[in-house]
């Protein structure tokens, strides 16, 4: 399958810091990310699509000036958590949709994810 | 009502059983079903896709859906430790575009 990397794995920082994290396409062009969010022992909860070149579309209840997503190429996403509080440790996770090839449908290839823990 | 459902386990099942997940949903409408399975600590990694009635097969895998009924389940067969995981249930709602909605996963536990 198709390989998404995320970027940092995990991060630990102080309550109020800002954290930037990457997803990126390494084979192949995504024109559609997803970001998610799990916490322990829960589901995947999307937080936004992100579309390559326009602005992000957020889900329900999902701060769009706290969670800031820029999506500047067809293989790179991020994902900015800015003035971090201890409620916003989570896993974070990325997918990348790839256009139906000869499978004939639209796959999401999930990053490995990264874990935020705020102090 | 949940969107997608399933039942959170954990199930235990000896290995070499099989081992049977079932997940419900919904939206009559929806199109596409995928089965993914996530390891404690680790991403999802997709198993299986269905989009038709009836079963589909891979490997040691099945997927089953019945349309009428909103429901789709993933059969293994020979389960094996490594299959130990929560495995994701998935479903594009009708008109949902491209975002899939998951349900909360059923924990299996595959026992020497």
């Known amino acids: 399958g198709a390989v998404v990397s995320q970027h940092p794995s995990w991060v630990i920082c102080k309550s109020g810091t800002s954290v930037k994290i990457e997803c990126r396409s390494l084979d192949f062009q995504a024109t559609t990310m997803f970001w998610y969010r799990q916490f322990p022992k829960q589901s995947l909860m999307l937080m936004a699509t992100?579309?390559?070149?326009?602005?992000?579309?957020?889900e329900q209840g999902v701060e769009k000036d706290k969670f800031l997503i820029n999506h500047a190429s067809l293989t790179l996403s991020t994902l900015t958590v800015t003035s971090a509080h201890p409620e916003d440790s989570s896993f974070y996770i990325c997918?990348?949709?790839?256009?139906?090839?000869?499978?004939?449908?639209?796959?999401?290839?999930f990053g490995p994810g990264t874990r935020l823990t705020v102090l | 009502q949940k969107e997608v459902e399933q039942n959170s386990g954990p199930l235990s099942v000896p290995e070499g059983a099989i081992a049977s997940l079932n997940c419900t949903y919904s939206?009559?409408?929806?199109?596409?079903f995928f089965w993914y399975r996530q390891y404690s600590g680790k991403s999802p990694e997709l198993i299986m896709f269905?989009?038709?009635?009836g079963d589909k097969e891979d490997g040691r895998f099945t997927a089953q859906l019945n349309k009428a009924s909103q429901y789709v389940s993933l059969l293994i067969r020979d389960s094996q430790p490594s299959d130990s995981a929560t495995y994701l249930c998935a479903v594009l709602p009708q008109g949902g575009g491209n975002k899939l909605t998951f349900g909360t996963g059923t924990q299996l536990k595959v026992e020497l």
């Open positions: 269905i989009y038709s009635n």
């Open positions: 939206d009559r409408g929806s199109q596409s």
């Open positions: 992100s579309n390559e070149g326009s602005k992000a579309t957020y």
């Open positions: 997918s990348a949709r790839r256009l139906a090839g000869l499978r004939g449908y639209n796959e999401q290839f």
